[in-house]
Nanobody, 119 residues
């Protein structure tokens, strides 16, 4: 069982930065691939970024590539999403996820944190 709690959302102007954190409970955190999804009002939930259990590989949606960076600290059971050069279209609720086998079907979801980017 993994419990995920996100923090770090807020309101920022276009071009600004935010850093989202996800704190995970559970002794087996290091065995899970971790990621972030987001959902804007009236839109489908979409993949944002992912990192493998070891941190060796990362993956990004084309829309955030070069602007967002995902990282993890297995000693602290945390995953971080550094978001730079934010755009109004990045406005959404951001969810931390954990997957034992595939991030296409995450096993655990956080409650979400709101990111609002003003133009």
């Amino acid at each position: 069982q993994v419990h995920l709690v996100e923090s770090g959302g807020g309101l920022v102007q276009a071009g600004g930065s935010l850093r989202l954190s996800c704190a995970a409970s559970g002794r087996t955190f290091s065995s899970y691939d971790m990621g972030w999804f987001r959902q804007a009002p009236g839109k489908e939930r979409e993949f944002v970024a992912a990192i493998t259990w070891s941190g060796a590989s990362t993956y990004y949606a084309d829309s955030v590539k070069g602007r967002f960076t995902i990282s993890r600290d297995n000693a602290k059971n945390t995953v971080t999403l550094q978001m730079n050069s934010l755009k109004p279209e990045d406005t959404a609720a951001y969810y931390c996820v954990a997957a034992e086998t595939s991030l296409a079907t995450p096993d655990y979801w956080g409650q979400g944190t709101q990111v609002t980017v003003s133009s």
